[in-house]
């Protein structure tokens, strides 16, 4: 990614150990927004097909098929 261009090269020359932090929205624009059980529970039955519309429909609207 372009957006770490300027961390990956700082890190070739940094006399300290670099991380990055990021804050996050766990799945983000989905019926499972935020909600931790996404963390550790497989779709199944109705939510994935739901699940599988939503991705879809943003898909296409990004022009991905």
Do not use: S
Not at 12 to 25: G, M, V
Not at 39 to 53: A, K, M, Q, S
């Amino acid at each position: 990614f372009d957006v770490f261009k300027d961390v990956r090269e700082r890190a070739k020359t940094a006399a300290k150990p670099l991380a990055i932090i990021a804050d996050t929205a766990k799945g983000q624009g989905g019926f499972f927004a935020n909600q931790r059980q996404w963390h550790y529970r497989v779709p199944e039955g109705n939510d994935l097909e739901v699940l599988r519309t939503q991705l879809a429909e943003e898909a296409k609207a990004l022009g991905i098929d």
